[in-house]
């Protein structure tokens, strides 16, 4: 009886079958015959399905069906991406045209691999945390809400092969040119790169490459296709030096105190490494097909959403220019190098000198950090682009005009410099006068000048002034240290040009 009751049980749960339902609305003409639908016939798609059963052996089994509006099923096989021509009207469409001929079979040969996905979930949350507890997060919530409102236009609703992931943002204080969109749906976005854009279109262009990859599943393809994965806590115990490293780096080069060298140009390269390192443990080092993919879908939606068709090749050029300026390390990367550049914005249509001044002033804080950092590494003449931009759109701060005259100080030598320096030193006053970076760059322009009496008067006030710093009192501030060194050398300094100043 028992055992009667068990075979029961058994081939209730093996022909038990259960069906997971997603509306389409696409139309598509039949290029080629695909079971029922023959070639040249108009289809107009309603539903996707996905079915799954066990066999007789208890083997799951899942399959894959189109319907159309007449009822009439058909089930995804290796040829699908070879069958229709679909016509979009809107951004899901465009979405869920491209799952069907791109990622569907896939999914139907591999199954959806849900230990795998979980796992590079996890990896993904643990880097996009360790940003966060390292202080390399850019905050600017008017500039985050921006971007969502953007996202809510270019990301589709659903995914209709019922993939987890949300599309969401994060903001990294990063100099070098890269984005990617990780396995859990978050974009992160570097704020070099943004600051390398000049419009809305550009953007727009870049956000919806990225978030292509992700509708294609590319980084499970990816990862697929690799022969063998270095186990969490090795691959993370390994990394943790170098983000540390980075940590200290980015900190040092914060708004807060300016002492160029702080954070060197090795900076950029070792965030480079770690960045390259995460995109190979998350299946994001994509080969050109993929980037073909993407850019192609990026240049779709741009057209669907009426933004310009050429923003992503002017996005693309902007970054190959920066990088040859640069001779940024990241430009090593396999799908920045120049002939992949090259080939690709050729792909995505001309680059344009698009500007959108209202653009360039909701990213005016993403620019001004820029410029903090390029200080910081030593690239004078790169710092400058940057101030100048925040200054020509009148949303330069305090902190934009003093770069703008230490900039001047350390690229030229001649007294109209210097005095033009002088006179950006004053504009800061006249913003924030108590901004203590302000001091240092009056003194330097002072001597520059050749007046001794008036930078002696200068530096007095500076000693004073840094004496004032109660240190006792702000002990609990996480950046205590950085002010206590920077107090201990600025008045090191000052004190020393007094003694010199008097013996001359």
């Not at 943002?169 to 990617?180: M, V």
């Not at 390192?277 to 240049?299: F, P, S, T």
């Not at 108590?434 to 002072?446: G, H, L, R, V």
């Not at 009496?453 to 240190?471: F, G, M, P, V």
Request: hydrophobic share 40%; proline share 1%; net charge negative.
């Amino acid at each position: 009886m028992k055992r009667t009751l068990v075979l029961s049980f058994l081939f209730l749960l093996f022909s038990f079958t259960f069906a997971q339902t997603y509306d389409l609305d696409l139309s598509a003409t039949m290029l080629n015959k695909n079971g029922i639908w023959g070639k040249g016939a108009h289809i107009n798609l309603k539903k996707f399905v996905h079915q799954t059963s066990y066999d007789d052996y208890g083997t799951l089994v899942e399959s894959f069906y189109l319907e159309n509006d007449l009822g009439e099923k058909v089930e995804i096989s290796s040829k699908v991406n070879d069958c229709f021509e679909f016509k979009f009207d809107n951004i899901q469409q465009l979405w869920d045209a491209n799952i069907i001929t791109n990622v569907l079979y896939n999914l139907k040969k591999k199954g959806f691999q849900y230990d795998l996905r979980a796992d590079m979930e996890s990896d993904a949350l643990e880097y996009i945390q360790k940003v966060k507890s390292y202080g390399l997060e850019f905050n600017d919530p008017y500039l985050e809400s921006y971007i969502y409102s953007l996202i809510a236009k270019i990301a589709p609703t659903q995914l209709i092969d019922g993939r987890p992931g949300s599309i969401n943002i994060l903001i990294q204080e990063n100099s070098t040119l890269n984005a990617g969109c990780y396995p859990n749906g978050t974009i992160v976005l570097n704020t070099g790169l943004l600051a390398s854009l000049h419009s809305e279109d550009e953007l727009v262009a870049i956000l919806a490459h990225e978030i292509a990859h992700f509708v294609l599943d590319h980084s499970v393809q990816n990862i697929n296709a690799a022969i063998s994965r270095q186990k969490r806590a090795e691959f993370w115990a390994a990394l943790a030096t170098g983000l540390t490293a980075a940590a200290e780096g980015y900190a040092a080069s914060q708004n807060e105190y300016y002492i160029p060298g702080a954070a060197t140009m090795s900076m950029a390269i070792l965030s480079t490494s770690i960045a390259s390192q995460i995109v190979d443990r998350l299946g994001m080092n994509y080969n050109h097909e993929q980037e073909r993919e993407a850019d192609k879908l990026a240049v779709q939606a741009l057209k669907i959403l009426g933004y310009n068709e050429n923003a992503l090749a002017t996005a693309l050029a902007r970054l190959e220019g920066e990088y040859i300026r640069e001779r940024n390390n990241a430009m090593y990367i396999n799908s920045y190098t120049h002939p992949a550049l090259m080939e690709r914005i050729s792909n995505a249509g001309t680059a344009l000198d698009l500007q959108d001044e209202k653009f360039e002033e909701i990213i005016s804080f993403v620019v001004s950090s820029v410029a903090t950092m390029k200080y910081s590494e030593r690239r004078f003449h790169q710092c400058l682009p940057y101030v100048n931009q925040n200054i020509e759109n009148g949303v330069a701060t305090a902190d934009d005009y003093i770069l703008k005259a230490n900039c001047l100080l350390s690229t030229k030598s001649d007294n109209a410099s210097n005095q033009e320096a002088l006179e950006f030193v004053n504009i800061a006053k006249g913003i924030d006068a108590n901004n203590i970076n302000i001091y240092k760059a009056e003194i330097i322009a002072t001597l520059r000048l050749d007046d001794k009496e008036k930078a002696l008067e200068l530096l007095n006030n500076y000693i004073t002034t840094l004496d004032s710093y109660n240190l006792d009192k702000i002990k609990s501030d996480k950046s205590w240290e950085r002010l206590r060194d920077f107090i201990i050398i600025e008045k090191t300094w000052g004190e020393k040009m007094i003694i010199k100043l008097n013996g001359m």
